[in-house]
């Protein structure tokens, strides 16, 4: 859910103010021939894609339906004395509990690009994530030649078993923990992985 309110100023348009609600929830998801329940964002793998321009503030509701602490990292994202929208769990911030909600509150300040974004506690950055990107200003070019299309891409790893229980057993062990059973390119195997043939995206470039 996304809702944006644009600024204005006397000296002409500000950047927008864009809404998001992210809710961390459990879902059923299918990859490699197996379902399991995994935490979501909205019921997404990958998450729901964040589209803003430089210069827009990004007001971005967290709320946690699951068992799990939560908190969500903006990968790249310069966090210019706001440091508590941050995201790492204990350091710029408490975890998100069961059943409570954390707005992060931040300014995009001199950047443009594709980015991400990623729960930055334990494991759960293996199914909570999803791209962010920063579009120029207003009337503004793009440093390059602009685009015919975006297609965003953002790989990722599927695990058959549960993410945190792998880390536990490796913490318990002191062994590394064991590899993902299929690398993802946007939340799909790819055909060469066992029950994979259709889960596959085709771009023509």
Known sequence: MVAITLVLSVYGVAGATRNYEFNIQLQNVTRLCH?????????????????????????????????????????????????????PAYITQCPIQTGQSYVYNYTVVGQRGTL????????????????????????????????????????????????EAIIAQATQTGGGPNVSDAYTFNGLPGPLYNCSAKGISQFVI
């Open 35 to 87: 379902t399991k329940s995994m935490v979501t964002v909205n019921g997404k793998f990958p998450g729901p894609r964040i589209v803003a321009r430089e210069g827009d503030r990004l007001l971005i509701k967290v709320t946690n339906h699951v068992s799990n602490n939560i908190t969500i990292h903006w990968h790249g994202i310069r966090q210019l004395r706001n440091g508590w929208a941050d995201g």
């Open 116 to 163: 991400f974004w990623h729960a930055h506690i334990s494991w759960l950055r293996a199914s909570v994530y999803g791209p962010l990107i920063i579009l120029p200003k207003l009337h503004v070019p793009y440093p390059f030649t602009k685009p015919y299309k975006e297609v965003p891409i953002i790989f990722g790893e599927w695990f058959n078993t549960d993410p």
